[in-house]
């Protein structure tokens, strides 16, 4: 009897100690590791714990795809950058830290995957302006007012895998220029407004020369962060970018 308890506690310890070694390594349902992404949020003009944290972490995590950690502190983002499969910037708060802006040119030089957000594709920060010229490929400096327009996909692409040919909802139409000075970007859906004739991406890939990034202008509220071809989109650009 004595032998028999022991053998269960022993068992009992083994599992824990293999339990333990292999925290952090989540598998998805096929089989395959989960990717590991570091959303930065926060700033202004938008719901980031809402959308971000909340609905989109959600959206990544299904099924296993990927495991996500939020943060809206700038200062966390250098020491976890090591750690991680995919950096989705979703904020337009500065990033100060010479540090860390640094970091995040060597992260995607590494060939590591970086997405970038509604709110990220802005020009925001005047003082750096290598982030939108090379990372983004140009950016957005004014949208058109809250409402209905429709979003055509343009290039078939493991990006828009699975996403309808055309989509509506409601958002903020981002007026999206690429930089001609900037890294080259690859459209792969556009935005139009009913009535209007300007066309801009509303998703993109810059053509970086190492790693892996995607531009999303879609993400105001609800009525993008819920419907099925924006959550489609985000896990796509998350799994292309992660290679």
Do not use: C
């Not at 920060?125 to 409402?147: F, M």
């Not at 989509?167 to 981002?174: G, I, K, P, S």
């Not at 509303?202 to 819920?226: C, E, M, N, Q, W």
């Amino acid at each position: 009897m004595t032998n028999s308890i022991f053998k269960t506690a022993l068992t009992w310890i083994l599992l824990l100690a293999f339990s333990v070694a292999y925290a952090g390594n989540s598998i998805d349902k096929t089989g395959k590791k989960a990717i590991r992404v570091l959303m930065v949020g926060g700033g202004s003009s938008h719901d980031f714990d809402k959308w971000y944290k909340g609905t989109d972490v959600e959206t990544l995590q299904k099924g296993g795809l990927a495991t996500v950690e939020y943060t809206s502190d700038p200062t966390t983002i250098l020491p976890k950058l090591k750690d991680i499969d995919v950096l989705l910037l979703a904020n337009n708060q500065p990033i100060a830290d010479d540090a860390t802006r640094k970091a995040i040119f060597a992260f995607v030089d590494a060939g590591k995957g970086l997405v970038l957000a509604h709110p990220a594709l802005w020009y925001n920060w005047k003082d750096w302006p290598e982030y939108n010229q090379k990372l983004v490929g140009g950016g957005s400096k004014g949208h058109d007012k809250y409402g209905p327009f429709d979003v055509t996909i343009t290039k078939k692409h493991p990006v828009t895998k699975n996403v309808p040919e055309t989509f509506h909802l409601d958002d903020e139409l981002y007026y999206q220029i690429p930089d001609e000075s900037g890294s080259p970007i690859e459209v792969l859906a556009t935005a139009k407004a009913a009535g209007s004739e300007k066309v801009f991406p509303s998703l993109f890939i810059v053509k970086y020369p190492k790693g892996r990034i995607v531009g999303i202008a879609l993400g105001h509220d609800a009525a993008s962060h819920t419907i099925a071809p924006y959550q489609t989109i985000l896990r796509n650009a998350v799994q292309w970018a992660a290679n």
